[in-house]
């Protein structure tokens, strides 16, 4: 079989369609609300993909930069941990670039991997697949958090490991990760595996700076979100009107991200018009942050049981397995 045939033998993608009607729904459900709010998923069109990207390369910005060297430190430890793994499932994967040290570190046959940003998965799951002879890649173009449950059929039966890094999680309010990580814990079926990275509770004014960079990266990865619904949405936000804010809330224990009106305007997206009192806010995106044994909590509402945990330089991989 020639090298293209034989790739394709081992990769495929599937798409699932309405993103857009959803970004349209979502938007104008939010925007209705009070207070206004966008869920944060929408941030990652091309221009937040490569906004986001620049972020972690942002001196104030560790997270990115911490996992890495936190995976690169204690890979043979976790692979010890996981023991063999059949089936690797990602959700959000983007560009796939956190699950190849995985991958090199626990053979798995199969890789699914999820994301949102159809096109973008597409194009970096193929490529892996390439890369990797003998790894069967299955890329769902999909937002996970409606059409997660659909996966079901593509995965490959054995040992299933969840993988769900970059302290994603962090964007769900506890209420909401426990459904999440249910949902995953059934997924992975019997046996199965959790591989979960977050960020740690730690200094608040280290958290402020890390979302108010000096650069002003962070702002524009927020204003983007504007730019976006001005183009798919016909909107017509003025992004000189909105300003960045982002602080850490304690008592909450989350990172809350805003866009303040600085004027009383009237915005129009979808055909439909909101107004915006002076200093009103559009919440764009919560970033909780935990202690280990808050998360443990959390994943042990959704039927995780701890299996290991490695911590540095305040973020936390943890591993869980099936309870009882
Ligand atoms: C990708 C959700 C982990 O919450 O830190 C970075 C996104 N937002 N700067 C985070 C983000 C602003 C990031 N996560």
Redesign the pocket.
Known sequence: MGEMAERAERFRFVDFPAVLDDLRADVLEGLACQPKSIP?KY?YDAAGCRL?EA?CAQPE?A?CRTERALMDKHLPAIAAATGPVDCVIEPGAGDCAKVRTLIDALHPGQLVALDIAGAALDAAAGTLAGEYSGLSVTALGMDFLHHLEAAAPYLASGRRLVYYP???I??FSPGQAVDLLARFRQLAGADGQLLIGF?LKKDPEQLHR??NDAAGV?AA??LNLLARLNRELEADFDLDRFRHY?FYNPPAGR?E?HLVSLAEQTVSVAGQRFPFAIGETLHT?N?YKFRGDEFSAIAGRAGWALTGEWALDGFCVQLYGETG
């Open positions: 944060p941030f986001f972020i910005y997270l970059g302290s994603s962090g964007n960020d890390a979302y962070t990865f927020n982002a990172i991200m995106e970033s």
